[in-house]
């Protein structure tokens, strides 16, 4: 299955599920079929059934769907996409790189990798040592909680990423996405964001470096 994404942030609690699961979400409401994949320990689908009573579990173990979100633990991954699935898209939740349980082969071995970031000084250290990661030299860069008056010095520090890093609007629920007014349209804050990781993601997936180089 080729429309499989990898997500992990540069370091821990830096937003990199709420950025996964917003990006289901608008792949959903762009279209397309898509589902979560938690790949890590932090027991995000376990604290969802537990917290939201409206939760669906699904007769197997390691599904649910909320707010109509379906959403997988690791486990179902293989059947998912060894036997073939409706799905266009996987987003897999790997959590932290820097993670001691953080599985870099199995990170790489995707249709594209997507690396959330952040602008204070010790999000920029990481996101500096994953930029000279040569392993993880196609890697989308998504920043999160970025100020816009910010993002011209990120991209410049980006430097020849800066086509393939986009920005995070504050999104403080993951399954809600923030809408606002754009002329006389309301429009998904999100878009602009997952418009550019999708568009180098395809890229990517099709061939190319993700940079407009199919």
Not at 46 to 62: E, F, N, R
Not at 136 to 148: D, E, H, Q, S, T
Not at 178 to 205: E, P, S, W
Request: net charge negative; proline share 4%; aromatic share 10%.
């Amino acid at each position: 299955m080729d429309g499989i994404i990898h997500i992990a942030g540069v370091m821990p609690r830096i937003g990199t599920t709420t950025v996964a699961l917003s990006l289901v979400n608008w792949l959903k409401q762009m279209g397309y079929e898509a589902a979560y994949v938690e790949a890590n320990a932090q027991d995000y689908i376990w604290g969802c059934t537990s917290l939201y009573a409206d939760c669906v579990k699904d007769k197997l173990p390691g599904k649910i769907t909320y707010n109509g979100i379906d959403m997988y633990s690791k486990s179902r991954l293989p059947e998912l996409v060894e036997g073939g699935t409706h799905y266009n898209y996987l987003i897999c939740d790997y959590g932290s790189i820097t993670a001691k349980a953080f599985d870099k082969k199995e990170f790489l071995n995707c249709g594209a990798n997507v690396l959330v970031s952040g602008m204070k000084p010790n999000e920029i250290f990481h996101t500096e040592l994953a930029l000279k990661d040569e392993a993880l030299r196609k890697a989308i860069y998504v920043f999160n909680f970025i100020p816009g008056k910010d993002e011209k010095d990120i991209l410049a520090l980006m430097q020849d990423k800066a086509s393939m890093t986009a920005f995070m609007p504050f999104s403080p629920d993951p399954f809600t996405l923030a809408t606002g007014k754009q002329d006389a349209d309301t429009v998904y804050l999100a878009h602009d964001c997952f418009m550019t990781v999708m568009d180098n993601a395809v890229r990517i997936i099709q061939g190319g470096e993700g940079n407009g180089e199919v």
